[in-house]
């Protein structure tokens, strides 16, 4: 197991650089409910007392239900500044105009991709007006199979979480004496009704963090995790430009 009082140490330390680099004096995250950015925001918190959460639901019932109620639970412990923007009107408003001059269908995978993006045009939007750096709150096992949306959740300026699995999250979440709640759902996204991440990806996180801890876990698992890894691997490169790469 890590050391999480050093580990908490030097993540407040190298936050603290990332700000300094910047030249920002605050920092601004998407308060989701779940365990990533609660352990996001109380690094940063503790890194920066000018940190604020924006709780962002989005057309799913449990955004403004069980997440909007742990999110919130989580700042009032650690005291961090949170406000809320509903944009479910704005996902709307796009997909009808979309819809106008398209003439295919939405995939649902379109559609559920556009609340991340439009959360981190949000996010982007009042880091940039106030000065502040915009954390990401991707693990590690999400970042290694690609499990977030390109350009949405996997665009930010710094992640203090990004070498943590989700195992580690949970110890470092348990070492924090965060909300019990947060250490016990099953982890979600949030993107629709009854989305779980294991459902979804069709992995288990155990098996996860085994493969990236030891190289290796059940075969059906490390099959598919190699595979989802290898499919994603767009989402961790730049962008190709002509003349450059």
């Not at 979309?98 to 001059?101: A, E, G, L």
């Not at 949306?149 to 665009?155: A, E, M, S």
């Not at 290898?230 to 002509?242: C, N, T, W």
């Given at each position: 197991m890590r050391d999480y009082k050093l580990e908490l140490e030097a993540r407040v330390k190298w936050i603290q650089e990332r700000l300094e680099d910047a030249h920002c004096s605050g920092i601004v995250y998407g308060n989701s409910g779940g365990k990533d950015s609660a352990l996001v925001g109380i690094l940063c918190k503790k890194a920066c007392d000018n940190t604020v959460g924006i709780i962002l639901p989005c057309a799913s019932k449990r955004n403004f239900?069980?997440?909007?109620?742990d999110g919130l639970e989580v700042a009032e412990q650690f005291g961090i500044e949170t406000?809320?923007?509903?944009l479910t009107e704005t996902r709307q408003t796009l997909i009808d105009q979309?819809?106008?001059?398209n003439p295919n269908e939405m995939t649902d995978a379109a559609i559920s991709n556009m609340a991340p993006r439009l959360r981190m045009t949000t996010l982007y939007t009042i880091g940039q007006s106030e000065g502040r750096l915009v954390a990401g709150t991707g693990n590690r096992d999400e970042l290694y199979v690609g499990y977030y949306?390109?350009?949405?959740?996997?665009?930010t300026d710094f992640n203090p979480i990004a070498d943590l699995t989700v195992g580690e999250v949970y110890e470092f979440l348990e070492y924090l004496d965060a909300p019990i709640n947060i250490r016990t759902k099953a982890p979600s996204a949030g993107l629709f009704e009854g989305q779980t991440d294991e459902a979804e990806m069709g992995i288990k996180y155990a098996d996860l963090d085994e493969f990236l801890l030891t190289g290796k876990t059940n075969p059906e698992a490390q099959e598919k995790i190699e595979r989802m890894h290898?499919?994603?691997?767009?989402?961790?490169?730049?962008?190709?430009?002509?003349g450059v790469n």
């Open positions: 239900g069980e997440d909007m109620k406000r809320t923007i509903d979309i819809k106008k001059c949306t390109k350009y949405g959740d996997g665009g290898a499919r994603s691997e767009h989402k961790r490169i730049g962008i190709r430009l002509y």
